[in-house]
């Protein structure tokens, strides 16, 4: 029995001893089977526990088992503090900036009824209408008569477009010296208003008193009849005092009729559309619309001085003398008739 039990001791040895050398003559085989073949911690164990002689050897898992991945917290919106942030210098500006843009301008300087500084008389009114913008009427001594104008305050003053005298658009701007509206004109076609012409006017009171056109009716009736102008007759025309004095009633002269103020000349003008305007000397003319007639036209005058509460009604007709053409004011003053000939 005991022999027996050596001889199979023996054969463990042999057999232990080749399996060694077999192992480090293939190292490469054994490697690639370790490295393929998984082994988990209890088979590792139960082996070294077998041998004691024999170092474990690390199998790596062909399918390992990753650790748990960190929960990323979501990005915060918040901006880092790297982020580069407006200095208070700036957040004052922009600050100061909204403030001053939402206060509205003040227009209680604007608002009111001015004399015209040369003759003293209301000739310049500004209203403000329910939706915000203002009615500028302005007269301009011995020269126009504007009815339509438009103002919006700006931060340069009350700019305001309207029509000329010719029926053309016109514009300017007034601004505000204490208790003098300066209105200057910046936008102008017509020919007795230059661009940068100004002209000055005092407040006398701050409730205006807007004119009502007295030719609106004839306006309506002669753009429904769609008044036609010969273009023989639009343009501007000059008294012919010479012809004048000639038909003049006895006892009667233009100085008579004007006083010394002829001098300082006259002018009409008779524009396609059919808007007319007038001057004679110091306080003579005004503005209308012409509304044709069977033997020439009829105007109402809306004058530039006010001498009384009687309208002034014109009659015009057309005579040709010598080849000359001549507009006619019938019965102007004690049935006296003015001639008037085109510049």
């Known amino acids: 029995m005991k022999r027996n039990t050596i001889l199979l001791l023996c054969s463990i040895?042999?057999?232990?001893?080749?399996?060694?050398?077999?192992?480090?003559?293939?190292?490469?085989?054994?490697?690639?089977?370790?490295i393929t073949t998984p082994v988990s911690t209890t088979q590792l164990s139960e082996t070294t526990s077998a041998s004691s002689t024999k170092q474990p050897t690390i199998v790596v898992n062909s399918n390992p088992t990753l650790p748990p991945a960190e929960t990323s917290s979501p990005k915060s919106t918040e901006p880092s503090s790297n982020t580069p942030s407006l200095q208070s210098d700036e957040k004052e500006?922009?600050?100061?900036?909204?403030?001053?843009?939402?206060?509205?301008f003040d227009d209680t300087i604007y608002i009111g009824?001015?004399?015209?500084?040369?003759?003293?008389?209301?000739?310049?009114?500004?209203?403000?209408?329910?939706?915000?913008?203002?009615?500028?009427?302005?007269?301009?001594?011995?020269?126009?008569?504007?009815?339509?104008?438009?103002?919006?305050l700006t931060a340069d003053g009350m700019s305001f477009t309207a029509t000329d005298?010719?029926?053309?658009?016109?514009?300017?701007?007034?601004?505000?010296?204490?208790?003098?509206?300066?209105v200057t004109f910046t936008q102008s076609t017509w020919t007795h208003i230059s661009n940068d012409s100004a002209f000055r006017y005092t407040k006398?009171?701050?409730?205006?008193?807007?004119?009502?056109?007295?030719?609106?009716?004839?306006?309506?009736?002669?753009?429904?009849?769609?008044?036609?102008?010969?273009?023989?007759?639009?343009?501007t025309w000059q008294l012919d005092g010479q012809k004048?004095?000639?038909?003049?009633?006895?006892?009667?002269?233009?100085?008579?009729?004007?006083?010394?103020?002829?001098?300082?000349?006259?002018?009409?003008?008779?524009?396609?559309?059919?808007?007319?305007?007038?001057?004679?000397?110091?306080?003579?003319?005004?503005?209308?619309?012409?509304?044709?007639?069977?033997?020439?036209?009829?105007?109402?005058?809306?004058?530039?001085?006010?001498?009384?509460d009687v309208l002034e009604v014109l009659h015009l007709r057309t005579e040709t003398d010598s080849n000359i053409l001549y507009f006619i004011m019938d019965n102007y003053m004690e049935e006296n008739d003015l001639y008037w000939i085109k510049q």
């Not at 040895?13 to 370790?34: D, H, K």
């Not at 009824?113 to 939706?131: H, Q, R, T």
């Not at 002018?267 to 005004?286: K, Q, R």
Request: proline fraction near 4%; include cysteine.
């Open 165 to 182: 005298p010719a029926g053309n658009p016109i514009s300017g701007i007034i601004t505000i010296e204490e208790q003098t509206a300066i």
């Open 113 to 152: 009824e001015y004399l015209d500084s040369d003759v003293m008389e209301p000739n310049l009114e500004i209203a403000k209408n329910d939706n915000g913008s203002y009615t500028i009427q302005i007269r301009i001594y011995r020269l126009a008569s504007i009815y339509d104008g438009i103002g919006e």
């Open 204 to 235: 006398s009171s701050a409730i205006p008193n807007i004119w009502t056109n007295d030719t609106g009716m004839e306006e309506t009736e002669a753009s429904t009849n769609e008044l036609s102008i010969p273009s023989s007759y639009i343009g």
């Open 93 to 104: 500006s922009i600050l100061e900036i909204s403030t001053t843009s939402s206060i509205p």
């Open 244 to 308: 004048t004095s000639q038909c003049l009633k006895e006892g009667w002269s233009l100085q008579a009729m004007f006083g010394t103020g002829i001098q300082h000349g006259s002018s009409m003008e008779i524009n396609e559309d059919g808007s007319f305007s007038y001057y004679i000397g110091i306080g003579h003319g005004g503005t209308g619309q012409l509304t044709a007639k069977e033997d020439g036209f009829s105007v109402t005058i809306t004058p530039y001085e006010s001498h009384s």
């Open 13 to 34: 040895t042999a057999i232990l001893g080749g399996c060694t050398s077999t192992n480090n003559n293939s190292p490469t085989t054994n490697q690639a089977t370790e």
